[in-house]
């Protein structure tokens, strides 16, 4: 699939930009700040609805203004959608496709899929596994968009039942009993949401962790071997070869009873502690180089090749799918030694489209000249 | 900012559902320029629904008197008891006309995060009224979102244990995530025809 065309409305340091795109590469070039990620992002935020270098949608919108548009026209399979999206922080976003409301701007996702490779990316190694979590998630979306819903369903059930531990474990230690009448329908439903996204996400790393796997051979071919885990918060009671390549796929039912058998267990703790100490919140994926952990191990050179090398295996995975994703490369060459960057630039020569941004365009290698754009105050401009 | 009451009626309005501070603006501006007639048919009607709209006491739904016109009214079904969670939820489900039972009107939903248990709904009512009246079924018909179903959830467990009671949900395909009132009357009216037991 490749983006024919975006447009964005104060979006970022953006007042207004429109810009037509071919298939193949465009570069954007400009100095820094001129906007250049900018425009990656709200390409971006399309396929996900979600920006890659903040968390709340307040920074989007333009300094001083209320709300922020972006449309983009996706081809896909020779067939042209057209999604609008009304970006206003705190409130639900409006959406349209081909011009039609949708209930939900999540009924967008799937539309358009890109696999995106920042700076920020980094964080996937040595940040928190929030960061390993909300890849995992975004990636499982991309794949089936109906995991959105499952996701969000998870986590507001997830901040319904910690405020309810909260509160009792507050009443408690002020010496009350602490209302839990309701916590085993909340339990329930933890289970039965977290058992969704649980087997989603264990599919998926059995999927990817071949192709992570051999990505890292790729990019770093003297380093020891990369591998992907899934850390389940389930420990012992995860079934056998779950998230495994080649192992069972994971079944929802087994997932959900183990769930409720571990809540179970740790009842007397979560009221304690006032938190919810089970489910897929309390996850994390593994990377691990030779028999070490990639986070406090590897050098800045490995952790870079390894959040290369997730990225390239979920572009894989996407590609294996069916719909090629649009490859977006902000401001990475810059980041990466001669061997990563050819064999990024390799990757990227053959992707359907691919976008990249840079400062200068000596960063950029030869294999991925294509279209120019010239970014610079406010203005962008195809030069080439 | 404006000076004195305009800006005072554009706070009052603003703290409204669904009234963001430019609708509030709008409303303020508009109600400003209209007939002196039309404000105190405004003013009357606000002050009338304080003062003269109650609860019903057996439901729970908004009334003019003590009990309500539905729990008045004797060609309603009596044993068939539709579970709502607010008094507009008693509107979309008349709207469908499916429905010739009665009503109990919980007024709200499990909602730890506000702070709403079982004992900010009126739970206990209904359990009272179960045991008391000759009711047979008892529809779950609350919001197709995380509160909604957790408030049905535990509904079950507190009625599973009266003998002779079928209690029902309402049939998926609602809008997950939303509220009753915005499924359309076909879409609600089919999920209520088509209820299972649970
Ligand atoms: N909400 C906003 N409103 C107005 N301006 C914004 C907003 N958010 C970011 N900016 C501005 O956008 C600029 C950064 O844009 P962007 O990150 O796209 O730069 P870039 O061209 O990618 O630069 P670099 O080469 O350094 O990566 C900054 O000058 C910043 O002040
Ligand atoms: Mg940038
Ligand atoms: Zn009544």
């Known amino acids: 699939m490749y983006v024919r065309h975006l447009q964005v409305v104060d979006f970022r340091s953006w007042e207004h930009a429109d810009l037509s795109f071919d298939p193949g590469v465009s570069v954007f070039v400009g100095r820094n700040g001129q906007g250049k990620t900018n425009l990656v992002e709200a390409i971006g935020y399309v396929a996900t609805l979600g920006s890659h270098r903040v968390a709340t949608d307040a920074p989007l919108v333009r300094m001083g203004c209320a709300r922020s548009v972006v449309r983009t026209a996706v081809v896909n399979a020779g067939r042209e959608l057209l999604v609008e999206l009304e970006i206003t922080p705190g409130k639900a976003n409006r959406a349209r496709v081909n011009r039609g409301p949708v209930p939900r701007s999540r009924d967008v996702l799937g539309i358009l899929r890109t696999v995106l490779f920042a700076p920020e990316d980094l964080a996937l190694v040595r940040g928190d596994p929030g960061e390993r979590r909300r890849f995992l998630d975004d990636l499982l979306v991309a794949r089936a968009p109906r995991y959105a819903g499952v996701r969000s369903d998870y986590e507001r059930v997830l901040r319904q039942r910690g405020a309810l531990l909260k509160t009792a474990g507050s009443a408690r230690r002020a010496g009350g009993s602490g209302d839990i009448r309701t916590l085993e329908v909340w339990d329930g439903h933890l289970a039965a949401h977290g058992a969704q996204l649980l087997a989603g996400r264990l599919d998926l790393v059995a999927d990817l962790g071949p192709l992570v796997s051999a990505a890292y051979a790729g990019v770093a071919p003297e380093s020891r071997p990369a591998e992907i885990r899934y850390r389940c918060s389930l420990g012992e009671s995860l079934p056998e070869g779950y998230g495994v390549p080649g192992g069972p796929r994971a079944d929802i039912a087994s997932l959900e009873a183990a769930l409720l058998t571990e809540l179970a267990r740790v009842r007397p703790q979560e009221i304690e502690r006032g938190v919810s100490l089970v489910g897929p919140h309390r996850d994390d994926l593994e990377l691990v180089l030779g028999a070490a952990p990639a986070k406090g191990y590897a050098s800045h050179g490995e952790s870079w090749s390894f959040a290369l090398a997730l990225r390239l295996g979920a572009y894989e995975l996407l590609r294996d799918d069916g719909a090629e994703p649009v490859l977006v490369l902000d401001d990475v060459f810059a980041e990466l030694d001669r061997r990563r960057r050819q064999q990024l630039a390799k990757v990227a020569a053959a992707a359907e489209q691919v976008l990249v941004t840079a400062a200068v365009a000596e960063d950029v290698p030869e294999e991925l000249a294509g279209a120019r754009y010239e970014v610079h105050e406010g203005e962008v401009n195809r030069v080439g | ?198």
């Not at chain 2, 057996?58 to 539905?70: A, D, F, K, P």
């Not at chain 2, 709403?116 to 779950?140: A, F, N, W």
């Not at chain 2, 909604?148 to 209690?167: C, H, I, K, Q």
């Open chain 2, 1 to 198: 900012m404006y000076e004195g009451p305009v800006q005072d009626l554009i706070d009052e309005l603003g703290r409204l559902p669904g009234v963001g501070p430019k609708s509030a603006q709008r409303i303020a501006f508009h109600l400003l320029a209209a007939e002196p007639a039309d404000i105190s048919r405004l003013q009357e009607v606000l002050q009338k629904v304080k003062e003269g709209v109650v609860f019903c006491q057996v439901c729970g739904n908004v009334s003019e008197e003590q009990t309500c016109r539905i729990c008045r009214d004797a060609r309603r079904d009596p044993t068939v008891v539709c579970v709502v969670e607010e008094p507009k939820d008693v509107v979309a489900v008349e709207k469908t006309r499916e429905f010739k039972g009665r009503y109990h009107v919980l007024g709200g939903a499990l909602d730890p995060l506000s702070g709403i248990g079982p004992d900010q709904l009126r739970i206990r009512e209904l359990l009272g009224r179960i045991g008391s009246d000759d009711i047979k079924e008892i529809i779950l018909a609350t919001d197709p979102n995380t509160e909604g179903e957790a408030t049905a959830t535990y509904l079950v467990r507190m009625l599973r244990d009266f003998p002779g009671l079928t209690v029902t949900r309402l049939a998926s395909g609602l809008p997950m995530g939303g509220d009753l009132e915005f499924a359309d009357e076909l879409t609600l009216g089919r999920a209520l025809s088509g209820r299972r037991t649970v």
